[in-house]
């Protein structure tokens, strides 16, 4: 409700009045990209020395070099919205609504996963049915992001990265305390 106030136009729920401070976009991309699924996965993965999953950032590092040098002069000009526009003024509408259409399958299943993985955590810490804790975290995110729009999205974010951060922290501090050796010996 914070954030939604004072929203006068698409422009202001869409983009937030193109007054996001940089530093807090920074710490929305990082946490977008740290989710439950990077938590709760990627440490068993490395464990057994699988290390196929640092394709990923090594191709966000790929493609953020593109869009800054490609799409940020263009949003910062105000000609473009989004990347889907950059494609139909590029590439026509057919391969917007191609790459739209991969897109939104793409996320959908990969944010049905994150739901997922987040009701598990819910669900233990609490003690929840897992069907309660999907339609808990599932209202919470959809009614934030209906009323804040972007700026509540990415504050939001910000905010999750502290809070992934601190538990981090606190995971390997009880880690430390519970290895035997330490983490040194582990």
Do not use: C, N
């Not at 966000?60 to 494609?87: H, K, N, S, W």
């Not at 209202?139 to 601190?166: E, L, P």
């Amino acid at each position: 409700l914070w954030m939604g106030r004072g929203q006068r136009s698409a422009q202001d729920y869409l983009l937030g009045g193109r007054d996001l401070p940089w530093g807090v976009l920074l710490l929305s991309i990082v946490a977008t990209e740290t989710s439950t699924v990077t938590f709760l996965s990627l440490p068993g993965v490395a464990y057994f020395g699988d290390l196929r999953f640092l394709q990923l950032p090594l191709g966000y590092i790929v493609g953020r070099a593109i869009a800054a040098t490609v799409m940020v002069p263009q949003y910062f000009r105000g000609e473009l919205f989004t990347a889907y526009d950059v494609l139909r003024v590029r590439s026509g509408p057919h391969v917007r609504t191609l790459a739209s259409a991969i897109f939104l399958v793409t996320r959908t299943v990969a944010d049905g996963l994150r739901l997922f993985l987040t009701a598990i955590v819910l669900q233990v810490m609490f003690g929840w049915e897992l069907s309660s804790a999907v339609i808990a975290v599932g209202a919470a995110t959809v009614a934030y992001t209906v009323i804040g729009g972007i700026k509540a999205v990415v504050w939001t974010d910000a905010i999750q990265f502290f809070v992934y951060m601190a538990g981090a922290a606190i995971a390997f501090f009880v880690m430390h305390d519970k290895l035997d050796g330490g983490l040194g010996a582990a």
